[in-house]
């Protein structure tokens, strides 16, 4: 199993980024995927979820009408579009995948003016 993060990056306070996962060596298309981001001071918090085929969306109370998870299942890649970013977004940002216990390396996002 292999998870790579990629798309975070440094942005100001109301600016946009697209994370992205690229995921391989398991039947992508089988398995619902989901975000997690992690802090020191907070730990480690469920942000989205994406069933296998697209729906079952769900996101944390923190995410709702700003982020929008989605996938690609040709590409084996899921996505994570972040608007409206504030200071308290700022972690690394996992993706996995529901029921395989692994964790990729993770993407550091950073929310400062």
């Known amino acids: 199993v292999q998870l790579v993060e990629s798309g975070g990056g440094l942005v100001q306070p109301g600016g946009s980024l697209r994370l992205s996962c690229a995921a391989s060596?398991?039947?992508?298309?089988?398995?619902?995927m989901r975000w997690y981001r992690q802090t020191p001071e907070k730990g480690r918090e469920l942000v989205a979820s994406i069933g296998s085929t697209g729906g079952s969306i769900s996101y944390a109370d923190s995410a709702k009408g700003r982020f929008t998870v989605s996938r690609d299942n040709a590409k084996n890649t899921v996505y994570l579009q972040m608007n409206s970013l504030k200071f308290e977004d700022t972690a690394v940002y996992y993706c996995?995948?529901?029921?395989?216990?692994?964790w990729g390396q993770g993407t550091q996002v950073t929310v400062s003016s």
């Open positions: 996995r995948a529901a029921g395989i216990t692994y």
């Open positions: 060596g398991f039947t992508f298309s089988r398995y619902a």
